[in-house]
């Protein structure tokens, strides 16, 4: 396949590491800035859950690596594939002090995986998403 296979965005915050690592790794922090309801075990294989309310999707994820305060990952499902397909992309955020700020550069990867229409609907879909997100996390930390 000749499609890309991840989608990678870097944004730097005027916020401590510390404080980007709680808006990404607690079930407050997630579902003020992600979605709308969150939950999560913050420990590789623990479950994760967001739910966004406008939309009426939730996704079940999974915790793959948490190394505080540097890297999060999880497993989540691809959209537009049919419930209980088991594909699943990885999300990866990195954090690393930039000053007085941090770098946070977040990777989603494994759409090489799939079928071409549903490859355009999930890497669109997620690509816009992505920059979408990442906006409203720095509105977050802004606010908080």
Same mark, same amino acid.
């Given at each position: 396949?000749?499609?890309?296979?991840?989608?990678?965005?870097?944004?730097?915050?005027?916020?401590?590491?510390?404080?980007?690592?709680?808006?990404?790794?607690?079930?407050?922090?997630?579902?003020?800035?992600?979605?709308?309801?969150?939950?999560?075990?913050?420990?590789?294989?623990?479950?994760?859950?967001?739910?966004?309310?406008? %939309? /009426?999707?939730?996704?079940?994820?999974? +915790? =793959?690596?948490?190394? $505080? !305060?540097?890297?999060? &990952?999880?497993?989540?499902? #691809?959209?537009?594939?049919? %419930? /209980?397909?088991?594909?699943?992309?990885? +999300? =990866?955020?990195?954090? $690393? !002090?930039?000053?007085? &700020?941090?770098?946070?550069? #977040?990777?989603?990867?494994?759409?090489?995986?799939?079928?071409?229409?549903?490859?355009?609907?999930?890497?669109?879909?997620?690509?816009? &998403?992505?920059?979408?997100?990442?906006?409203?996390?720095?509105?977050?930390?802004?606010?908080?």
């Amino acid at each position: 396949m000749g499609f890309p296979d991840r989608i990678e965005r870097t944004v730097e915050l005027a916020h401590p590491p510390a404080k980007v690592w709680a808006a990404l790794t607690t079930a407050e922090g997630l579902a003020a800035w992600f979605g709308n309801e969150a939950a999560i075990d913050l420990r590789p294989g623990g479950a994760a859950r967001m739910k966004w309310t406008e %939309e /009426g999707f939730t996704a079940e994820m999974r +915790v =793959e690596r948490v190394e $505080e !305060p540097n890297v999060f &990952g999880f497993t989540w499902p #691809v959209y537009g594939l049919p %419930e /209980g397909d088991p594909r699943r992309t990885y +999300v =990866e955020f990195t954090l $690393e !002090p930039a000053g007085a &700020g941090t770098r946070l550069t #977040v990777i989603e990867s494994g759409f090489a995986q799939l079928p071409e229409d549903t490859y355009r609907k999930a890497f669109d879909g997620n690509t816009e &998403g992505w920059a979408k997100e990442l906006g409203e996390l720095a509105v977050y930390l802004d606010a908080a």
